[in-house]
């Protein structure tokens, strides 16, 4: 089979090529000189020439590693070497400059994640960095990291799938920008591209109706006989009721109360700006919060003016008083997702007053509205079949 040509091998055409089988591009211009194209997505420059003892073929260096420029001129040496019948050993390469892995992490966190990020990514995206990325690839040389370096990063993770996933997003995201920097070579395609990312097990817990009753009477005792404080006690009567995110209910302003229209006008949440209903009860829970105090603080901490920031203490008092030692506090969410759809409502309602922004997300609990499908046709035929007998 004849193998491709092209007119000239240089950094924007080689990191284009994608091949299904292993397969060699040889320039059009310095005859000798290929990069061999895997699969998977990696590429090494390859110079071939005819010597006294037949042809050989020698790789000369990793594409991301040098750039086909540098490929070209050690390709040449070898060329020429195996022509007069020398070892067929390249160049000492240079060492690949260019900023490192670190100095762009820097750069990174502070125009990118510190300006686009809400204050809970940015804390998870510096946390995988500093714990992560830099340990393992600080030093680096961005341009000099390869596709392996990468995957075997990746796969140093694999005891923790969701951790080694963000890394991977994380390096692949500060990649992308690095390249609109100008902080790699034109050309040079992104080590992550490709790579596959481990399954990640989403963990589903629900609360039943007699665990709902449970979860009551745990709040009610602690507002009455103590162990929690009367604001956190209120912080989770809200995320049941509202199906809200933890960030969105302790983050509430007294301006984002609109309790004669019934809802909460929340004016930077996960997904942006949102409307939250909210239903009688959740009402005159508010109600009963912002005539406690002045504060500018819907949820208020200890002292005035502050706003309740934590309420993991309370949540683990009160979920082992209702025997819910295995209830995230996010499981409130989930719950309350569940039980929109056992009373009939649609995905795409459900996704809307969750705050999601992708159907895809929603889509996660379609198997409940296959089940709440399932019981009712039970229920219709079960009444039908009474009425037959």
């Keep these: 089979m004849k193998q491709p040509v092209m007119k000239t091998l240089s950094n924007r055409a080689v990191a284009k090529l994608t091949v299904e089988k292993d397969t060699v591009f040889w320039d059009g211009e310095l005859t000798g000189f290929g990069v061999r194209v895997y699969p998977t997505g990696s590429k090494v420059y390859v110079a071939q020439a005819r010597g006294p003892e037949g042809p050989k073929r020698v790789a000369v260096g990793r594409h991301g590693v040098i750039n086909a420029d540098e490929a070209r001129k050690r390709a040449a040496h070898v060329i020429a070497r195996i022509k007069a019948g020398e070892e067929a050993v390249p160049e000492p390469m240079k060492p690949l400059g260019g900023p490192t892995v670190n100095e762009v992490c820097a750069r990174y966190l502070t125009e990118y994640v510190a300006v686009r990020c809400k204050p809970g990514t940015a804390a998870l995206y510096r946390s995988v960095i500093d714990r992560h990325v830099l340990p393992a690839l600080g030093r680096a040389p961005l341009a000099a990291l390869s596709r392996a370096q990468v995957a075997e990063f990746h796969e140093s993770l694999y005891e923790t799938p969701a951790v080694a996933n963000m890394a991977l997003r994380v390096l692949s995201s500060m990649y992308r920008l690095a390249a609109g920097w100008g902080m790699v070579p034109e050309g040079t395609s992104n080590p992550c591209r490709a790579l596959v990312k481990y399954p990640e097990?989403?963990?589903?817990?629900?609360?039943?109706?007699?665990?709902?009753?449970?979860?009551?009477?745990?709040?009610?005792?602690?507002?009455?006989?103590?162990?929690?404080?009367?604001?956190?006690?209120?912080?989770?009567?809200?995320?049941?009721?509202?199906?809200?995110?933890?960030?969105?209910?302790?983050?509430?302003?007294?301006?984002?109360?609109?309790?004669?229209?019934?809802?909460?006008?929340?004016?930077?949440?996960?997904?942006?700006?949102?409307?939250?209903?909210?239903?009688?009860?959740?009402?005159?829970?508010l109600r009963s919060l912002l005539s406690a105090h002045d504060g500018p603080w819907v949820i208020p901490g200890r002292k005035p003016g502050t706003r309740l920031r934590n309420v993991d203490e309370a949540w683990r008092m009160i979920r082992e008083r209702a025997g819910l030692t295995d209830l995230r506090l996010h499981d409130l969410r989930h719950s309350w997702a569940s039980r929109a759809l056992a009373l009939g409502e649609a995905l795409p309602v459900i996704g809307k007053l969750l705050g999601h922004s992708r159907m895809e997300t929603t889509a996660r609990y379609a198997h409940l509205a296959r089940d709440s499908a399932q019981e009712a046709a039970g229920r219709v035929a079960e009444s039908i079949a009474e009425d037959m007998m």
């Design 201 to 285: 097990r989403r963990r589903e817990r629900f609360l039943t109706d007699s665990e709902f009753t449970r979860l009551g009477e745990a709040l009610d005792e602690a507002e009455a006989r103590g162990g929690a404080s009367a604001s956190a006690v209120a912080a989770i009567r809200l995320l049941a009721l509202t199906g809200c995110r933890r960030s969105e209910v302790l983050g509430l302003r007294r301006e984002d109360v609109a309790l004669e229209a019934a809802e909460l006008r929340l004016p930077d949440s996960k997904t942006g700006a949102r409307a939250v209903p909210l239903p009688p009860q959740a009402v005159e829970l």
